[in-house]
């Protein structure tokens, strides 16, 4: 048996400071995200398969994006930008299910 395998992980509270920043960091980007999609489209569809699509569209773009970035024909900014418009899909998702049975 490997002695490794079976290594105790460190509790979550140990987590090294310049983590728990960059998280705080980039979920305040992702809650601007969520405002800015929120005044542009204020709706969110009733049924779990639209608000889904709409998830998985952004993600397609970040898709799009990473291929455009390692292909030589776009840049990270646009791969992140597509990466925080997907998150803020997935909490838009998430608020959604609050108060559904």
């Known amino acids: 048996m490997n ?20 998280v705080q960091r980039v979920t305040g980007q992702v809650v ?25 569209e952004e993600a397609g773009e970040a898709v799009k994006a990473a291929l455009d970035y390692t292909y030589g024909r776009g840049f990270l900014t646009h791969y992140r930008l597509e990466l925080l418009h997907t998150a803020a899909m997935c909490v838009r998702a998430l608020l959604d299910l609050e108060g559904k049975p």
Do not use: C, N, Y
């Open 32 to 56: 601007r995200s969520v405002l800015a999609a929120e005044e542009k489209f204020p709706s969110w569809p009733d049924d779990l398969v639209h608000g889904a699509a709409i998830m998985s």
């Open 3 to 22: 002695p490794q395998r079976h290594k105790k992980r460190k509790p979550a509270q140990h987590f090294h400071v310049s983590v728990v920043t960059s």
